[in-house]
């Protein structure tokens, strides 16, 4: 079992940054690859960034591509997931979510463990 438990949400104005992390305990943090996912309202969850489990790959979905950058600190057990140049179509709830797998995964159905998410607000 892996727990996931994102922070960092808020509201910004368009243009403007923030930094989400992901915390995880349980099982083998280094053994699972990490993504970030969004839901807007109305909307479908939707895939933002994938990172495998050693770091040295990454994915991005093309609407984020440039903007937002993910990493991650094995030793601290957290993923993170910088926004830059913020839109207020980027407004949605955040979720962090856990693969058992070696390389990132961009569907929601690949991925084992999610977080409760944490609520981004960009006001034009």
């Known amino acids: 079992q892996v727990q996931l438990v994102e922070s960092g949400g808020g509201l910004v104005q368009a243009g403007g940054s923030l930094r989400l992390s992901c915390a995880a305990s349980?099982?083998?943090?280094?053994?699972?690859?990490m993504g970030w996912f969004r839901q807007a309202p109305g909307k479908e969850r939707e895939f933002v960034a994938a990172?495998?489990?050693?770091?040295?790959?990454?994915n991005y979905a093309d609407s984020v591509k440039g903007r937002f950058t993910i990493s991650r600190d094995n030793a601290k057990n957290t993923v993170y997931l910088q926004m830059n140049s913020l839109k207020p179509e980027d407004t949605a709830v955040y979720y962090c979510?856990?693969?058992?797998?070696?390389?990132?995964?961009?569907?929601?159905?690949?991925?084992?463990?999610w977080g409760q998410g944490t609520q981004v607000t960009v006001s034009s």
């Open positions: 979510a856990a693969a058992f797998a070696v390389m990132t995964r961009t569907t929601a159905g690949a991925y084992d463990y």
């Open positions: 990172i495998s489990r050693s770091g040295g790959t990454t």
């Open positions: 349980g099982r083998t943090f280094s053994s699972y690859a």
